[in-house]
């Protein structure tokens, strides 16, 4: 889906000028790791002649001269100046943790993960959070545990069974549906904020 949007918006666009000119695409680490490079091969299937070019930062910069980038995802409320925003997904949390870390652990309340190592990424220190308070936990303290640099390493120390991962639902869907990771609980939590992709409007 999120390829057949940028399709929509830029590529017909740019195969009329040069099927070489390069669609150059910002995103963010943890997206362009966990959503859009496992779903990059589907995508050059349909456009095979379609160069791409995809720059990661850590925050938007719209007003960056040195950003040259033709479309860009971007997290948060999809209000941005002088840009168009096309909605993409809710930003969803969802506590999840490997098989083997889990083994034999039926946990019936979110009060039962004090025991366990929460994994933090220092740019999101208020996940966990989030979602105790949402839960009603009581007894988790939500800033205790290990902080790694980004949402990436989160995911993998998961993965390795270090601890668990306070993770977003859409970066984690194919490790659960191939049994890498387990969602602890059912309920994702929104944030409030969600993706969005984002191009200026002569783009179009």
Known sequence: VLFDEIADATVENFQRQSESTPLRIGVLPTFSMRFLIPRLAGFKRK????????????????????????????????????????????????????????????????????????????????????????????????????RLEYSGLVYQGALDGLGLAMAQTRFVHDDIAHGRLLPIFPRPVKTGRAYYMVYAETVA
């Open 47 to 146: 456009y095979p002649e379609q160069e791409i070019e995809v720059e990661t930062y850590s925050a938007p910069r719209a007003n960056d001269p040195d950003v040259e980038v033709d479309i860009a995802i971007w997290r948060g409320h999809g209000r941005w100046p002088n840009l168009v925003s096309q909605f993409l997904f809710d930003e969803e949390l969802l506590p999840v943790g490997s098989p083997k870390l889990l083994a034999n652990r039926k946990l019936k309340s979110p009060d039962e993960l004090a025991s366990f190592l929460l994994l933090h990424a220092q740019q999101r220190p208020e996940d966990w959070k989030l979602w105790l308070d949402a839960m009603g936990a009581t007894r988790v303290d939500p800033h205790r545990g290990l």
